[in-house]
């Protein structure tokens, strides 16, 4: 059986996951019996391998992590290139922020606070124009529309018909 980090809460089932440094975690209700937990791993077997295989594949064909200096850089970047993108897009579509702030984030970039500031990952200097245009309008719609319902949409759409070629872009 493969070995595996527990993780006991307030859940109703088990969930399997891989991390991306190819640890098992699987996440289990809190009096769950551990011949069950183990019995549930073991019929996941052939899953484990596979998506194990799967991140080792990815951690190998992966670009080293970006260093400090690198980091640095792309803030410069995105502090010389955003506000002017920012300025532009709330003219044109007559919507203000209330701030803004560059981030190394990996996992978004970009968001839009409740208080309607947004912010940007540095990353984002690695795509396209046309991405990073589509990020900015994206976050200024959520200033009007705070979810991803058809209305915001609609609204991304008014100013960025293209929307969906240029988001992928971003990937």
């Known amino acids: 059986?493969?070995?595996?980090e527990l993780i006991r809460s307030r859940r109703r089932t088990l969930a399997l996951e891989i991390t991306r440094d190819c640890r098992v975690l699987v996440r289990a209700?809190?009096?769950?019996?551990q011949a069950k937990i183990d019995a549930f791993?073991?019929?996941h077997t052939v899953w484990i391998q596979a998506h194990l295989e799967q991140q080792r594949q990815r951690m190998t064909s992966a670009p080293p992590p970006p260093t400090e200096a690198d980091i640095t850089a792309l803030k410069a970047k995105a502090r010389a290139i955003l506000p002017g993108?920012?300025?532009y897009w709330s003219e044109k579509m007559g919507i203000r922020p209330t701030g803004l702030k560059?981030?190394?984030?990996?996992?978004?970039?970009g968001s839009c606070s409740g208080k309607n500031s947004l912010c940007f990952s540095c990353f984002l200097m690695d795509c396209p124009e046309e991405a990073i245009d589509l990020v900015?309008?994206?976050?200024?719609?959520?200033?009007?529309e705070k979810n991803h319902g058809p209305r915001f949409y609609a609204l991304l759409g008014q100013y960025l018909p293209d929307y969906k070629e240029r988001k992928k872009l971003l990937r």
């Not at 059986?1 to 595996?4: A, D, L, P």
């Not at 209700?29 to 019996?33: A, D, H, Q, V, Y």
């Not at 560059?102 to 970039?109: F, G, P, S």
């Open 136 to 144: 900015v309008v994206h976050e200024l719609c959520h200033i009007r």
């Open 29 to 33: 209700p809190l009096r769950l019996s």
């Open 102 to 109: 560059i981030t190394a984030a990996r996992k978004r970039y």
């Open 85 to 87: 993108k920012v300025a």
């Open 1 to 4: 059986m493969e070995s595996y």
């Open 41 to 43: 791993v073991e019929s």
